[in-house]
Every structure is written in C-alpha cells, then in structure tokens.
C-alpha cells in the first residue's frame, strides 16, 4: 500500500517506470528530498510527479541546512538528530531527509490503517500540516510539517461526513 523510498540521487529512467508503475497501481509513494543543499538539481525518485517528497527540520522547526529544496517538495517532517537503531544492538542520532521520510510514510501507513479509501495526499495537504516558511505552499517547507495529531482529526472528519 505504500513505499518508503529513503535514497535520492539523479533521475533514472528503471527507478522512474516502477514508480510510476506502482502509483498506477494506487500504491503511495514517498520518498526524501536529497540533502545536497539549498542550490542542488531535484532529487530522484522525490521528483517524479505523483510521489510524496518529504524535507526534514530539526526541532526548532527550521529546515535541515543540507537538505535540497524546491517545487517537488510536498511535506517536511523530523529529520535532525532522530535517535534510531544502529548496528550491533545499539542506538546512533541520524539527521537527514531520509529520516523524515520514515515519518512522513508512519503517518500516512496508520491513516491508510484507519480508512484505506479515504486517503489521498491532497487531505493531507489541507488537513495535515502546520504551515512553516512562507504562507501556504513554499520551497524549502512544501505544504509545511506533517501534523499527526491534524491528520488523524481530517481522518475522523471525513469518516463522520461519510
């Protein structure tokens, strides 16, 4: 039901055709930013239209310095000196764009638990997000920070009007 793509590089034509295969087959794709800098190309598979690309912020909520921005970016979410496992039963703080697409695809696998039917990116856009940057839509946030606690009201919401 849903992908979580945590590698980003240039476009490439084999990655591209299964993607794209796989949201023909209404699979969610997300996949991370890049974390070449504010001035680096898009990165791929976060670019290819129809994927979720996430950007992480650190926990004052300002964007990672190295990671990529622009149009494709859709979300932002945790992604700066996240405690996570590591080799040999033990634990390291990883920072990157990667990190928060692990978020990003936590949050939409539970949504997709709640009401498979209801989901789509376009919900989390207008219910899911709190607006960071620029006013409503901007290249180094997306939409803005992935909310839980937002995105599982819109789930609740839409469920109710149903």
Partial sequence: DILNLSFAGEQDK?????????IANGIVVVASAG???????PAYPAAIPGVIAVTAVDSDESVFAKANRGSYLDFAAPGVGILTTAP???YHLATGTSIATAHVS???????SMNKKGFSQDMLKSTAVTDLGDKGFDVDYGYG??????????VALKQLNQ
Avoid: D, Q
């Fill in 35 to 41: 974390n070449n800098g504010p001035g680096a190309e």
């Fill in 88 to 90: 040999r039963n033990s």
């Fill in 106 to 112: 936590g949050i939409i696998a539970l949504l997709l």
């Fill in 14 to 22: 084999i990655v591209e055709k299964m993607v794209r295969r796989a």
């Fill in 145 to 154: 920070l992935i909310n839980l606690r937002k995105a599982l009201g819109g």
